[in-house]
């Protein structure tokens, strides 16, 4: 009864209900069935009263499933085991819709399978149901049943085999196919442990030799001039920072991004297209800082759960200390979040500062309950200032404007307007865009302080994903359209700025108001501000000339279609091989030192 409840929930819930059933669902149902019958028999050796053992078990998953349900019909996207490791609390993965502004309304079926479940439960009370069987035989049962239940999650191969119907189903949904196959909860949890473990499709075959073939085909270009001085660089990843002028039917009564307008016009900007949509941070983070496709791995909306202890992880961290850079990340948020300390560690920065780590006294900021922009920015001066003797690389990732949206009295301000939206979707808008004028406000001031510096430097900002936002989503997705199908619903603003745009040979850099993939966003960048590129931002440079879009779904291609293809097969197996593959690409060459030449 619990696995027909948790299907009956996430397939009534999403408004498209679909009895196609292959036969391959129906196998994937009954192990599923399978597994929480087992389950439930060990939980009996805690429990021996069945109703109590009923309500351990329904009780846990049929919250899981609704937080499911709201990631599929809000995100777009399927519970993951990711999902239940990030998070201490189920808030954090959905609330019901009400006072934090943010959540999914109570469904008609929830209410159904509830009193479903409910009702079973309390018959067994009733009825004072016991196990047949003595507590010596019941404990030799579920012995046994442990076994058959931990076996195959200990032996790959054989969760391979056993669980191959969960491994495609969700496979296909995390990947954003069409008319994918339906999931419970429970296939969801299992799928998600195993789908993204084999290489992505290819007409190239994944080994050493294609990885060497692809990156001999170019050379490190360009080299740093003894008598330049190498700029302090600053990139910040906004926290859901996107142009709300974008959403057709919003009016917004100020400019809430005259900063961000300031740094295009007097530097150089566009936009980006991420892998993610209302939440995924470290997804595009992982993008930007490596120059990888999410694609390519699987869509995973947690890329550094790929990272184990002592392992090495290439980013542009180790561009830029091989320039002699001093390496920073910034986020004043939790270490564990998205496994970061360990892969920010994996990746080499010579320092991490999380939310107990920062060296200023942070400013209370009463709209937010997370640390707001002015005082990161604050965080990033400090950091500038106290060393004056090499180079500062600074990567920051704000959580200001994160969920929930909530006007906080009678002086925010009314910012946008619609006639096409409730009274409750347009204050969780307002609440985003009071949030929004804040940021610009402390990004003016950050802009202001660069200006007034004599030691050059560089900033790049840019949005990670849209918001969450009911009626921002409603106005700009078609009836039927999920978000991943609209390459408009994944993409936000960057801009770049410097003090010292004059010494440089270009004044816009190659990619001004174009939209490209947010993996070729450094490589863009550091062209920009005429630092040497190594082998395989050459060949990110060169993959952008004919594909400068790879989404989870879409692309856009240039020029010739067979071109787009063979360089899209090249970036794909590279993206792979760096985060979940053997990483040959990041490796010296033969006979050359981690310093002199890498294919980074």
């Not at 805690?46 to 349900?69: E, H, M, N, Q, R």
Request: aromatic share 12%; proline share 5%.
């Amino acid at each position: 009864m619990l696995n027909i409840a948790l299907y009956c929930n996430v397939i009534f819930s999403s408004g498209q209900v679909d009895w196609s059933f292959s036969p391959r669902v129906l196998v994937q149902f009954a192990l599923a069935t399978g597994l929480l019958t087992i389950l439930y028999a060990l939980v009996t050796t805690l429990f021996p009263k069945p109703w109590i053992t009923a309500s351990a078990v329904g009780g846990v998953f049929y919250v899981v499933s609704l937080a499911d349900c709201f990631k599929k019909n809000s995100l777009g996207v399927r519970i993951s085991m990711d999902d239940l490791k990030m998070v201490f609390n189920i808030a954090d993965l959905w609330s019901p819709r009400g006072g934090q502004g943010a959540g999914m309304a109570i469904q008609p079926v929830f209410w159904l399978t509830f009193a479903a479940l409910t009702g079973y439960v309390a018959l067994l009370w009733k009825e004072k149901v016991h196990l047949p069987i003595g507590e010596g035989t019941r404990r030799a049962v579920c012995a046994a049943m442990a076994t058959v239940f931990c076996l195959p999650f200990l032996v790959p191969q054989l969760a391979y085999a056993v669980f191959q119907p969960q491994i495609s189903g969700y496979g296909e949904a995390a990947t954003h196919q069409e008319n994918s196959s339906p999931l419970g909860v429970v296939d969801c949890l299992i799928g998600s442990l195993y789908y993204d473990t084999t290489p992505p499709q290819s007409d190239l075959d994944y080994n050493y030799n294609t990885v060497k073939a692809i990156l001999d085909g170019y050379e490190p270009t360009g080299s740093v001039p003894a008598s330049r001085e190498l700029p302090d660089v600053i990139v910040v990843m906004s926290e859901s920072y996107f142009d709300l002028n974008r959403v057709p039917g919003l009016t917004l009564n100020e400019d809430i991004y005259k900063n961000l307008k300031r740094m295009q016009q007097k530097g150089t900007g566009g936009s980006i297209v991420v892998p993610a949509y209302g939440g995924g941070t470290s997804a595009t983070e992982f993008e930007v800082l490596s120059g990888t496709s999410n694609r390519a791995q699987n869509n995973t909306k947690a890329p550094y759960n790929y990272v184990g202890d002592g392992k090495n992880l290439w980013t542009f961290q180790d561009y830029f200390s091989s320039l002699g850079y001093h390496t920073n990340f910034v986020h004043p948020y939790k270490s564990y979040f998205y496994n970061r300390e360990k892969a920010f560690t994996a990746m080499g920065f010579d320092r991490l500062m999380f939310e107990g780590d920062l060296t200023i006294t942070p400013e209370p900021y009463p709209r937010d309950i997370h640390m707001s922009d002015y005082n990161l920015f604050r965080q990033v001066r400090e950091l500038l200032e106290e060393n004056t003797t090499t180079p500062e690389f600074i990567y920051t990732t704000s959580v200001q404007n994160h969920s929930p949206y909530v006007m906080l009295s009678d002086s925010d301000r009314k910012i946008v307007t619609s006639d096409q939206l409730s009274d409750e979707e347009l204050e969780n808008i307002n609440a985003y865009a009071n949030g929004i004028a804040d940021t610009d406000k402390a990004l003016g001031e950050l802009l202001d302080y660069i200006d007034q510096r004599e030691k050059p430097t560089a900033l790049l900002f840019f949005g990670d994903h849209q918001p969450l936002l009911d009626g921002c989503k409603r106005l700009a997705t078609k009836e039927g359209e999920d978000v991943y199908s609209n390459l408009d619903n994944l993409t936000t603003e960057f801009a770049m700025y410097t003090n010292f745009a004059d010494t440089l040979p270009s004044q816009k850099c190659d990619a001004d108001g174009e939209r490209i993939s947010a993996f070729y966003l450094m490589t863009v960048f550091t062209r920009y501000l005429d630092l040497p590129q190594t082998a395989y931002m050459n060949f990110l440079t060169d993959c952008r000339e004919s594909l400068p879009v790879l989404s989870a779904r879409l692309e856009v291609t240039k020029g010739d279609a067979a071109t787009a293809q063979e360089m899209r097969d090249k970036l794909v197996i590279l993206s792979y091989d760096r985060l979940m593959g053997r990483r040959y690409s990041s490796t010296e060459r033969d006979g050359e030192d981690r310093a002199s030449r890498l294919y980074f």
